[in-house]
T-cell receptor, first 113, second 115 residues
Framework: AQSVSQHNHHVILSEAASLELGCNYS??????LFWYVQYPGQHLQLLLK??????LVKGIKGFEAEFIKSKFSFNLRKPSVQWSDTAEYFC???????????FGDGTTLTVKP | ETGVTQTPRHLVMGMTNKKSLKCEQH?????MYWYKQSAKKPLELMFV???????ENNSVPSRFSPECPNSSHLFLHLHTLQPEDSALYLC??????????????FGPGTRLLVL
């Protein structure tokens, strides 16, 4: 069975601070990894994804994530957050033999202006 | 707009009512999903349809009944719900399920309140 753990439930930062949201997964085989974001009052949308190749993945709005296979991690980073990054962030894993994606609990990010 | 629409956007129903949620995707995808999103709880996968066949039922109570007449439409029929079923119900679609094309595109959700 696959599982996803997001360590931070609520993160509060000031504008221009650097961000790192943790995501660890449990699955014994090859994985595809995703970060989704849900802005207040808006749809869940894809931020970035990793399927294969370069483990450093760049997404929209200046976000990036690094897949570290040895640590089963896929942490999300942004060097300088903005107030508009206030949202809920979900990490998801798809084990290629699992047949379905599993989402983490989500991390609420609040950026203070 | 993600290409996935859901109606109604808000629904209030009594415990004895019967209602249906509708999801439509305009992306040419073959897989469709129902999720439940409750406050302070993780996103819960409810059902998955792949090429109109149900491939996942995540131990959902029978008061929730899905229907997928074709790859573009997905319904969730509701009857005799409980107040704890109040939540945001999200529909998603992807090119296919369980493959490297399973990037999911979400609809705006239906906010359901059961009185």
């Amino acid at each position: 069975a696959q599982s996803v753990s997001q360590h931070n439930h609520h993160v509060i930062l000031s504008e221009a601070a650097s961000l790192e949201l943790g995501c660890n997964y449990s699955y014994g085989g090859t994985v595809n990894l995703f970060w989704y974001v849900q802005y207040p009052g808006q749809h869940l949308q894809l931020l970035l994804k990793y399927f294969s190749g370069d483990p450093l993945v760049k997404g929209i709005k200046g976000f990036e994530a690094e897949f570290i296979k040895s640590k089963f991690s896929f942490n999300l980073r942004k060097p300088s957050v903005q107030w508009s990054d206030t949202a809920e962030y979900f990490c998801a894993v798809l084990g290629t033999n699992a047949g379905k994606s599993t989402f983490g609990d989500g991390t609420t990010l609040t950026v203070k202006p | 707009e993600t290409g996935v629409t859901q109606t109604p956007r808000h629904l209030v129903m009594g415990m004895t009512n019967k209602k249906s949620l509708k999801c439509e995707q305009h992306l040419g995808h073959n897989a469709m999903y129902w999720y439940k999103q409750s406050a302070k709880k993780p996103l819960e996968l409810m059902f998955v349809y792949n090429f109109k066949e149900q491939t996942e039922n995540n131990s959902v109570p029978s008061r929730f009944s899905p229907e997928c007449p074709n790859s573009s439409h997905l319904f969730l029929h509701l009857h005799t719900l409980q107040p704890e079923d109040s939540a945001l119900y999200l529909c998603a679609s992807s090119q296919a399920q369980g493959t490297d094309q399973e990037t999911q595109y979400f609809g705006p959700g239906t906010r359901l309140l059961v009185l």
